[in-house]
């Protein structure tokens, strides 16, 4: 991993991404702290090009974004349409909230789904990867969600956005998932788990919890990974998101200057 490859998800910092003037403010924090690319995640009404040309103002590049789950599945072109205007290779599925993993009707009819929409963004140059959570480390008729996803899709048409923490919460090993996709993770999310003095899981800011970064980092290098994209859904520290995202950053840079 080097300091190049390290990005921030906006969505760490959607509160502060509701107008034009806000994003362009973000952007320039984001900057600031170091981050040289960002994903588009959680971001309030804007035109694309706007969007873009503030990136660009900011020296900043669009390394991935996430979009609305039913356009992916139902019109992929428009998002072909909007990454090519961010001139970003990269979107990911970001969560299925209307899929019904209770049967493997609905599982099969979603990954036939996916698989389509991934060959669709890939006839444009674009590449669909899949963001996991815990939901997918429910097991149906003796299938691991996650794996059923990624054995029954071609792995030219759909890859893989791995996040860290719901990967751990879900109890799996985030470095052997990064070994099994090896080839096909072309994202992940960087974020830790920690257990509060309530026993209760918690987000975390990268090297603040108890997961084994030295093993991850290099197993996604092993696997090829483009993009290490930090992400804190909340439990920012002093609520604040973006001393939460220049803490994982600081961490993540000492980590690629050894």
């Known amino acids: 991993m ?3 490859q390290v990005a921030a998800q906006l969505y760490t910092l959607r509160d502060h991404l509701n107008t034009s003037e806000q994003i362009s403010k973000t952007l320039r924090q984001v900057r600031k702290i170091g981050y040289q690319a960002v994903q588009i995640s959680g971001v309030g009404p804007i035109d694309p090009r706007e969007l873009a040309s503030i990136l660009d103002g900011e020296g900043l590049q669009c390394c991935a974004t996430h979009e609305n789950a039913q356009v992916i599945l139902e019109t992929p072109e428009a998002v072909v349409e909007k990454l090519s205007i961010l001139n970003c290779e990269h979107t990911a599925y970001p969560y299925p909230a209307d899929v019904d993993f209770s049967s493997m009707r609905g599982l099969k009819s979603f990954v036939k789904q996916l698989n389509a929409a991934g060959e669709a963004l890939r006839a444009a140059g674009k590449t669909l ?15 691991l969600i996650l794996e059923y996803i990624y054995d029954n899709t071609d792995p030219e048409n759909l890859k893989a956005e791995l996040d860290t923490h719901w990967v751990q919460a879900g109890g799996g090993n985030t470095a052997a998932w990064c070994r099994k996709l090896s080839g096909r993770m072309p994202l992940i999310h960087l974020k830790d ?6 026993r209760r899981r918690r987000f975390a800011e990268v090297g603040s919890g108890n997961m084994d970064w030295t093993g991850i980092i290099s197993a996604a290098d092993g696997a090829g990974c483009r993009w290490f994209i930090v992400e804190q859904d909340g439990d920012w520290v002093n609520n604040d998101p973006f001393r939460s995202l220049r803490t994982s950053f600081r961490y993540l840079k000492d980590m690629a200057s050894r």
């Open 193 to 198: 788990y920690a257990i509060d003095a309530d």
């Open 2 to 4: 080097r300091v190049e």
């Open 129 to 143: 990867s899949y963001h996991n959570h815990d939901i997918e480390f429910r097991r149906i008729k003796d299938h």
